[in-house]
């Protein structure tokens, strides 16, 4: 399963950091991911974390947020991060974390059918 958390109210520029539990799964080498819907947009991808073997991983994100947002994994904590940087009020959205049982396809890391396990979503708003 799947907990998203740290959602909330802040203002344009701030920052967040949201946080997704994934108890049941194993961080270290699934795909994981962040998605968010914005009201009447459908689902997009955000970023997502790929294990490329040992302890290491590659990132990727969407235009939108490169060099703003930041994924990350703690593996004893079982927790995905994204921590948000320089938020705009586009970035208004629920955002979802979604996981892979085992590896990634890097040629469709964007691709929601890519990835069985969806937790509940968690709002950030983001004010002018």
């Known amino acids: 399963q799947l907990q998203a958390s740290g959602g909330g109210l802040v203002q344009a520029g701030g920052s967040l950091r949201l946080s997704c539990v994934a108890s049941g799964r194993n961080v270290g080498s699934d795909g994981m991911a962040w998605f968010r819907q914005a009201p009447g947009k459908e689902r997009e991808f955000v970023a997502a974390?790929?294990?490329?073997?040992?302890?290491?991983?590659?990132?990727y994100y969407a235009d939108s947020v490169k060099g703003r947002f930041t994924i990350s994994r703690d593996i004893a904590g079982n927790t995905v991060y994204l921590q948000m940087f320089s938020l705009k009020p586009e970035d208004t959205a629920v955002y979802y974390c979604?996981?892979?049982?085992?590896?990634?396809?890097?040629?469709?890391?964007?691709?929601?059918?890519?990835?069985?396990?969806w937790g509940p979503g968690t709002l950030v708003t983001v004010s002018s």
């Open positions: 979604a996981a892979r049982t085992g590896n990634l396809i890097a040629s469709g890391i964007g691709d929601r059918e890519q990835y069985e396990s």
């Open positions: 974390s790929r294990f490329l073997g040992g302890s290491a991983y590659k990132s």
